[in-house]
């Protein structure tokens, strides 16, 4: 299942950004979709998460300032991040959980560079 990620970039701190990613290819369906991001030598970490309206999840780092939606249509998920702080600055990876055949399987796409400056 091929994630196409994008709207990463360089911001100052208090600034905005959106990411989107879209999931194609041949699955029956995706259960949720989000957002991880990772920092230099360290393991990704969960942002947000959101299964298409029934429950969103995120991070404490980040909430009241990012806001995660969902498309089950389009399989299509953004990441609206408001006040950004230069410790967001990160590379973010969308995540899907899709079922294929009987099978669900943890699709990441290939991440996009955010910046945050002070």
């Known amino acids: 299942v091929p994630l196409q990620a994008s709207g990463g970039g360089l911001v100052r701190a208090g600034g905005s950004l959106r990411l989107s990613c879209g999931a194609s290819?041949?699955?029956?369906?995706?259960?949720?979709m989000g957002w991880y991001r990772q920092y230099p030598g360290k393991q990704r970490e969960l942002v947000a998460t959101t299964n298409h309206g029934t429950m969103d999840t995120y991070a404490d780092s980040v909430k009241g300032r990012f806001t995660i939606s969902g498309d089950s249509v389009s399989n299509t998920v953004w990441l609206q991040m408001n006040n950004l702080k230069p410790e967001d600055s990160a590379v973010y990876y969308c995540?899907?959980?899709?079922?294929?055949?009987?099978?669900?399987?943890?699709?990441w796409g290939q991440g996009t560079q955010v910046t945050v400056s002070s």
């Open positions: 995540i899907a959980r899709a079922l294929v055949g009987s099978t669900w399987y943890a699709y």
């Open positions: 290819g041949t699955f029956s369906r995706i259960n949720d």
